[in-house]
């Protein structure tokens, strides 16, 4: 009887412990960090207009690609915001035309005003 009890306790621990990993898997997600390092490239383009270089591109394209999930999506969005509003020169009509500059649909827009929560 006392073997039956440890090996459910060791099974239902198990489970448990797959289950939090589970969910510290899906809050990982994308960062701040991430984000920032993915369009430092572009604050050139996005500060003083012109063509975005290759390398802002490279980053907008990798940034599309990491946001898959609505909640990625709206952590993205509120990145953004928060960069877009570290600088006062930034232009709004660069940064509305980056995505398509570099031929990426981007499903998160770069804006200082957008409410990230109506983002899906």
């Known amino acids: 009887m006392k073997v039956i ?8 621990l198990a489970a448990v412990q797959l289950a939090m990993a589970g969910r ?8 701040c960090g991430q984000v920032d390092a ?3 490239p572009c604050i050139p383009y996005l500060t003083q207009g012109g063509d975005p270089a290759a390398a802002c591109c490279s980053g907008v394209k990798s940034l599309s690609g990491m946001a898959q999930s609505t909640d ?3 952590t993205a969005c509120n990145c953004l ?3 877009a509003n570290r600088y006062s ?3 709004d009509d660069a940064a509305q ?3 398509s500059k570099c031929g990426v649909a981007l499903n998160v827009p770069i804006s200082r ?3 990230c929560d109506t983002i899906s």
């Open 89 to 91: 020169n930034l232009k």
């Open 97 to 99: 035309a980056l995505p």
């Open 72 to 74: 990625e999506r709206r």
């Open 113 to 115: 005003t957008i409410n």
């Open 81 to 83: 915001k928060a960069a």
């Open 38 to 40: 993915n369009l430092a």
């Open 24 to 31: 510290l898997e899906q809050q990982g997600g994308i960062t």
């Open 5 to 12: 009890a440890v090996v459910l306790v060791v099974a239902v």
